[in-house]
């Protein structure tokens, strides 16, 4: 994690499964002390040929995604990626990166739905994830 900066981390995969048609990831602390977590970052329709973003890629214009990528509102109800920021004292939190193999193009979630809502429509569609889980802690 980059600290309480904005900042997406570079992320690179590979091995998808056959009939994936498109990516999207999220990030997610479910240590955050809401009762609920908190989802940090949701991109979808993601083109299958992309297998790396580059650091910085969700900035508020997602300048570093691919075309016909978007981005969801995270939980600030912000369209960017949002860094780990733990209260202090808190402890340690996980923050869980993931790729979602999909086998359809576009997932056809409106541009404003949760990332909650795009977990439960991708449940049809996904082939595969790969998932990084990060911890940060702020003392």
Not at 12 to 35: E, L, M, N, V
Not at 84 to 105: K, N, Q, T
């Given at each position: 994690?980059?600290?309480?900066?904005?900042?997406?981390?570079?992320?690179?995969?590979?091995?998808?499964?056959?009939?994936?048609?498109?990516?999207?990831?999220?990030?997610?602390?479910?240590?955050?002390?809401?009762?609920?977590?908190?989802?940090?970052?949701?991109?979808?329709?993601?083109?299958?040929?992309?297998?790396?973003?580059?650091?910085?890629?969700?900035?508020?214009?997602?300048?570093?995604?691919?075309?016909g990528?978007?981005?969801?509102?995270?939980?600030?109800?912000l369209?960017?990626?949002?860094?780990?920021?733990?209260?202090?004292?808190?402890?340690?939190?996980?923050?869980?990166?993931?790729?979602?193999?999909?086998?359809?193009?576009?997932?056809?979630?409106d541009?404003?739905?949760?990332?909650?809502?795009?977990?439960?429509?991708?449940?049809?569609?996904?082939?595969?994830?790969?998932?990084l889980?990060?911890?940060?802690?702020?003392?």
């Open positions: 994690m980059e600290g309480a900066r904005d900042l997406s981390p570079h992320l690179k995969w590979s091995g998808a499964p056959a009939g994936t048609k498109s990516f999207a990831i999220t990030a997610y602390d479910p240590d955050a002390p809401t009762g609920s977590g908190l989802w940090h970052w949701a991109v979808i329709n993601i083109p299958a040929s992309v297998t790396e973003l580059p650091s910085g890629a969700g900035d508020g214009q997602g300048s570093g995604l691919p075309q990528a978007l981005q969801l509102p995270n939980d600030l109800r369209k960017q990626f949002i860094g780990a920021a733990p209260p202090a004292g808190h402890g340690p939190h996980r923050y869980y990166f993931v790729i979602h193999a999909l086998d359809v193009e576009q997932i056809g979630v541009p404003d739905a949760t990332p909650a809502l795009l977990g439960f429509t991708m449940l049809g569609h996904t082939l595969g994830r790969a998932v889980v990060a911890t940060g802690e702020t003392k």
